[in-house]
């Protein structure tokens, strides 16, 4: 795809968040890596509802503001997962309800915030790990996501939000849809007894795609 292609495409499916409730106010983030290898990314404060294709941020491997309004605070742990995971070529932060309230419960498992119970979380996400609690813009994210980018698909920020990675910018938002659809049956099943996957049924289903 072309970067006029791809600068539509973050504004279309930014808008398409917006509407359905995924990102509210400013919160959020999103990047996609340039066929020239440097990053598009949201403006800092943006909302995703009103994303113009020429007024978006464009920063090199090290963070350098290059062009467009001034980029995300969060750009250096995107980039961070950029370095450690050669897969990923799209990022997706978001502050949406059932992560979030996920992401603020006492005791999750730091290895993997929900234990899975469908097929798509396992093929899409497979594991949530949980980043301990910093501001949002602390650079330290940046170093706890790069220790675990080459391992994990997505990330679970304690107090704040998940972090969802994709192969182009779809694959990370239709990953990010899968998540919060998850975390919301997790919350809606708490307490209830759940028939979670075997370890067998969730290694079948490892490798298989989407
Ligand atoms: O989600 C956010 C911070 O974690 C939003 O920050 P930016 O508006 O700078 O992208
Ligand atoms: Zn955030």
């Known amino acids: 795809m072309t970067e006029q292609a791809l600068r539509e495409e973050m504004v279309t499916l930014a808008r398409s968040m917006f509407e359905r409730g995924y990102a509210t106010g400013g919160a959020g983030n999103l990047s996609l890596k340039l066929p020239d290898g440097n990053f598009l990314t949201t403006p800092t404060g943006s909302s995703f509802g009103r994303l113009v294709a020429e007024r978006l941020s464009v920063v090199d491997i090290d963070g350098n503001h290059l062009s467009g309004d001034r980029p995300s605070k969060e750009i250096a742990f995107h980039l961070a997962i950029y370095r450690n995971s050669p897969d990923c070529n799209a990022i997706v932060h978001l502050h949406s ?18 234990k899975p119970f469908t097929p798509y979380y396992v093929m899409r996400v497979g594991q949530l790990p949980v980043i301990p609690y910093l501001r949002p813009g602390d650079p330290q994210i940046a170093t706890e996501l790069a220790n675990r980018a080459a391992d994990y698909r997505a990330f679970l920020l304690a107090n704040h939000g998940p972090v969802i990675t994709g192969t182009d910018l779809r694959d990370a938002v239709d990953n990010a849809e899968e998540l919060e659809e998850t975390a919301k049956l997790a919350l809606m099943l708490d307490g209830k007894a759940i028939r979670y996957l075997t370890d067998a049924e969730v290694s079948d289903l490892k490798g298989r795609g989407k």
């Open 97 to 114: 309800t059932y992560l979030t309230a996920l992401s603020c419960l006492e005791g999750l498992d730091p290895d993997n915030a929900i």
